[in-house]
């Protein structure tokens, strides 16, 4: 079993600071069927640090205690950035990672919102789908596509994986 050292344990517990403190700033536009979760960038950390799941998972966690959608956001809204962490953490292309958020967000809210809220499901999960595609897709792969390239940035969050 690999050891967990307090610098891996210090970097989580920033990104879930960071993710919390992100995603409360952006209150208005992070919760329901069109969001802009800003702080959803950081899951693509996981592309570089599978250990960063972490941080993510447990940021998503407290800040979901704010959602609208109670519980149940804390519950699913946590269950599907975990997956989407995990298969960010295991994909080798930069974007392709980009798009397993985008797919199990907008599946996982858009059933949330269809069943707690009686909205159509394959219009907010489109809706869902199409604001972390915006946030994720676009803006995360444009910084991170540039981020990636700067070896100081890899050297300063000790990136592990996909870090040619």
């Given at each position: 079993?690999?050891?967990?050292?307090?610098?891996?344990?210090?970097?989580?517990?920033?990104?879930?600071?960071?993710?919390?403190?992100?995603?409360?700033?952006?209150?208005?536009?992070?919760?329901?069927?069109?969001?802009?979760?800003?702080a959803e960038i950081l899951v693509l950390l996981c592309f570089f640090r599978k250990d960063f799941i972490f941080g993510v998972v447990i940021g998503?966690?407290?800040?979901?205690?704010?959602?609208?959608?109670?519980?149940?956001?804390?519950?699913?809204?946590?269950?599907?950035?975990?997956?989407?962490?995990?298969?960010?953490?295991?994909?080798?292309?930069?974007?392709?990672?980009?798009?397993?958020?985008?797919?199990?967000?907008?599946?996982?809210?858009?059933?949330?919102?269809?069943?707690?809220?009686?909205?159509?499901?394959?219009?907010?999960?489109?809706?869902?789908?199409?604001?972390?595609?915006?946030?994720?897709?676009?803006?995360?792969?444009?910084?991170?596509?540039?981020?990636?390239?700067?070896?100081?940035?890899?050297?300063?969050?000790?990136?592990?994986?996909?870090?040619?």
């Amino acid at each position: 079993m690999k050891k967990v050292t307090m610098r891996q344990i210090t970097d989580n517990a920033l990104v879930a600071a960071v993710y919390v403190a992100v995603t409360t700033l952006t209150a208005s536009f992070s919760f329901l069927n069109i969001q802009f979760r800003i702080a959803e960038i950081l899951v693509l950390l996981c592309f570089f640090r599978k250990d960063f799941i972490f941080g993510v998972v447990i940021g998503t966690f407290l800040a979901n205690l704010q959602s609208p959608m109670g519980f149940y956001d804390v519950l699913f809204g946590t269950l599907a950035s975990l997956l989407s962490c995990l298969a960010i953490g295991f994909s080798k292309h930069l974007f392709i990672a980009t798009l397993y958020p985008v797919i199990i967000n907008g599946l996982v809210v858009g059933a949330e919102l269809h069943f707690l809220l009686a909205y159509p499901f394959w219009l907010n999960a489109g809706l869902v789908a199409l604001g972390e595609f915006a946030v994720v897709s676009v803006l995360g792969f444009s910084l991170f596509a540039i981020l990636r390239r700067n070896r100081r940035f890899l050297e300063e969050i000790k990136a592990t994986q996909n870090n040619a």
